[in-house]
């Protein structure tokens, strides 16, 4: 039998989401995929913490104007746990280039640009738990341990 790979991952509805009333669509794909919500808050980010969140990016054409978007309202910052949590999410969200997202995807369905595209999940395990650290850090080691309901 396959071993299971139940894990956590970082998800956030960028501000263009939340003010077009998407959160509550958006949670519901996430969880009729059998992911769990952990985690979760409203929150408007500062400029610092959106430069870490993407600091792999910081010499790229459009960093300043990513910035400028990530932090033009409130977002939904979420852990989710599950199997396969990090991949699954992605597969959701739908690819970064707006001409490859088809529809059934979040970004295929929603995303009006390449630059505004609702939605945001960690791409690799070490980035998973890099950002869950960055937008979460009032929580404690033993509270992200698995928590497999
Ligand atoms: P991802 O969100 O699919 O992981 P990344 O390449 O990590 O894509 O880019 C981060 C974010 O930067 C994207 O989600 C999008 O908001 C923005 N972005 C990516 N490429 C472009 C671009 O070519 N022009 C403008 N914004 C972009
Ligand atoms: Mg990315």
Do not use: C
Not at 61 to 75: A, Q, R
Not at 110 to 138: C, M
């Amino acid at each position: 039998m396959k071993k299971s790979n139940v894990e956590k991952t970082f998800a956030m509805i960028k501000p263009d989401g939340v003010r077009r009333g998407l959160v509550g669509e958006i949670i519901k794909r996430y969880e009729q995929k059998g992911l769990r919500i952990v985690a979760a808050k409203l929150i408007q980010a500062d400029r610092e913490t959106a430069e870490q969140h993407y600091s792999e990016l910081k010499s790229r054409s459009f960093f300043n104007e990513l910035i400028d978007y990530i932090t033009s309202g409130p977002m939904m910052v979420m852990i989710l746990e599950g199997e396969n949590a990090i991949k699954m999410v992605r597969m959701i969200n739908g690819p970064t280039h707006i001409e490859e997202a088809l529809p059934g995807t979040i970004r295929g369905d929603f995303a009006t640009s390449t630059a505004h595209n609702i939605v945001h999940g960690s791409d690799s395990y070490e980035n998973a738990q890099r950002e869950i650290k960055l937008w979460f850090p009032e929580l404690e080691e033993n509270q992200l341990k698995l928590s497999v309901l």
